[in-house]
């Protein structure tokens, strides 16, 4: 029952932005931390952003440090991740993910970044 589907990919220049966000339902929404994944072609998952359960704690990957914000709306139980200063390497599929349910995942959105 447990639900995320992300949306808000696409494809653009470097330099450009996007704001991705996570529709969630089936749990509690607020009650837990939030995460954003991403994985390029035949790579791991890496961890992008996270924020706490009431939106005030958010650490974020070295690689996207300035360029990236992760925000949430728990009452539209929804993550968002905003995106500027796009480069190549952050083309990926970017996946939203909460600690408290291991193991859900959503299909994803795909990001891609080329001139």
């Known amino acids: 029952q447990v639900q995320f589907v992300e949306s808000g990919g696409g494809l653009v220049q470097p330099g450009g932005t996007l704001r991705l966000s996570c529709s969630t339902s089936?749990?509690?929404?607020?009650?837990?931390?939030m995460v954003w994944y991403r994985q390029g072609p035949g790579k791991e998952r890496e961890m992008v952003a996270h924020i706490g359960d009431r939106g005030g704690i958010t650490h974020y990957a070295d690689s996207v440090k300035g360029r990236f914000t992760i925000s949430r709306d728990n009452a539209k139980n929804t993550v968002y991740l905003q995106m500027n200063s796009l480069k190549p390497e952050d083309t990926a599929v970017y996946y939203c993910?909460?600690?408290?349910?291991?193991?859900?995942w959503g299909q994803g959105t795909q990001v891609t970044v080329s001139s």
């Open positions: 993910y909460s600690p408290g349910r291991p193991g859900v």
């Open positions: 089936g749990f509690t929404f607020s009650a837990y931390p």
